[in-house]
């Protein structure tokens, strides 16, 4: 017999974190390497997610071009354009957090888990639109099979900040799949919207309302719930390497 599975639930209280390893402080605002990439970020829409976004934040705020040794100095080998898709990731979750605590977010006001899950990916869908146009060269830094571990790690971090933000609180294989079901509907999303020409992102936003509501039909099972999951999950591996193979 299938036992029934609530996908998420309303929280009672936001925890200051969600895992030990997983805090809300993303960005260390004062360390050199923040402020020079937070000011990278204002020339991404202007030249992607290039290292001269880095050149020209060096320039503007003064600083000796030695202090890139900042930037290329890191323990993970991770290379200019790496470091600044990473970064903008981490800035738009902590955006994403902030929004979360806004007492006046009307994130507040929706009483269903699942559309408070859906509300939060669309919300984080919204922070591209400054730079939906170079989109793609971020995405390009992700999909390669050296990036491929800190990319997913930070597309699962996601997908774990959305689900507890909605309400999980399962400490069970129900964790898993309910991650693995949100990493696949942002990514499939955010696939969407580089085609999207319709006013306001709407048919992205719809996009989203769909691949929830599915997962809301199938959340009547536990079973089917966790076939869909594994389903989701080798669709996200596909998903990546077809990126991968478009250059």
């Given at each position: 017999m299938?036992r029934?599975?609530?996908?998420?639930?309303?929280?009672?209280?936001?925890?200051?974190?969600?895992?030990?390893?997983?805090?809300?402080?993303?960005?260390?605002k004062?360390?050199?390497?923040?402020?020079l990439?937070?000011k990278?970020?204002?020339?991404?829409?202007?030249?992607?997610?290039?290292?001269k976004?880095?050149?020209?934040a060096v320039?503007?705020l003064?600083?000796?071009?030695?202090?890139?040794?900042?930037?290329?100095?890191?323990?993970?080998?991770e290379?200019?354009e790496?470091?600044?898709t990473?970064?903008?990731?981490k800035?738009?979750?902590?955006?994403?957090?902030?929004?979360?605590?806004?007492?006046?977010?009307?994130?507040?006001?929706i009483?269903?888990e699942?559309?408070?899950?859906?509300?939060?990916?669309?919300e984080?869908l919204?922070?591209n639109?400054?730079?939906?146009?170079?989109?793609?060269?971020?995405?390009?830094?992700?999909?390669?099979p050296y990036?491929?571990?800190?990319s997913?790690?930070?597309?699962h971090?996601?997908?774990?900040?959305?689900?507890y933000?909605?309400?999980?609180?399962?400490?069970?294989?129900?964790?898993?799949?309910?991650?693995?079901?949100?990493?696949?509907?942002?990514?499939?999303?955010?696939?969407?919207m580089l085609?999207d020409?319709?006013?306001?992102?709407?048919?992205?936003?719809s996009?989203?309302?769909?691949?929830?509501?599915?997962?809301k039909?199938m959340?009547?099972?536990?079973?089917?719930?966790?076939?869909?999951?594994?389903?989701?999950?080798?669709?996200?591996?596909?998903?990546?390497?077809?990126q991968?193979a478009r250059?």
């Amino acid at each position: 017999m299938f036992r029934t599975l609530r996908l998420w639930t309303k929280p009672t209280a936001l925890r200051s974190y969600h895992s030990v390893s997983h805090p809300n402080i993303l960005i260390n605002k004062k360390a050199p390497e923040s402020v020079l990439l937070t000011k990278a970020l204002d020339y991404i829409p202007s030249h992607g997610f290039n290292k001269k976004c880095i050149d020209d934040a060096v320039r503007d705020l003064g600083y000796a071009d030695s202090l890139q040794s900042v930037i290329a100095a890191n323990p993970s080998n991770e290379s200019p354009e790496l470091q600044l898709t990473l970064f903008w990731l981490k800035f738009q979750r902590q955006k994403l957090y902030d929004h979360v605590l806004d007492p006046k977010s009307p994130f507040h006001a929706i009483p269903d888990e699942y559309d408070r899950a859906a509300y939060l990916l669309k919300e984080r869908l919204s922070y591209n639109r400054p730079i939906v146009g170079q989109l793609a060269s971020g995405l390009s830094q992700l999909v390669l099979p050296y990036n491929w571990s800190a990319s997913l790690s930070e597309l699962h971090a996601l997908s774990d900040d959305i689900a507890y933000y909605a309400g999980d609180m399962s400490n069970d294989s129900a964790w898993y799949a309910k991650r693995l079901l949100l990493s696949s509907i942002y990514v499939k999303s955010e696939l969407y919207m580089l085609s999207d020409t319709s006013p306001d992102f709407s048919s992205t936003s719809s996009f989203v309302d769909r691949n929830v509501s599915a997962v809301k039909f199938m959340g009547n099972s536990y079973n089917a719930v966790e076939q869909w999951s594994a389903f989701n999950a080798i669709s996200l591996v596909n998903l990546i390497r077809s990126q991968l193979a478009r250059g």
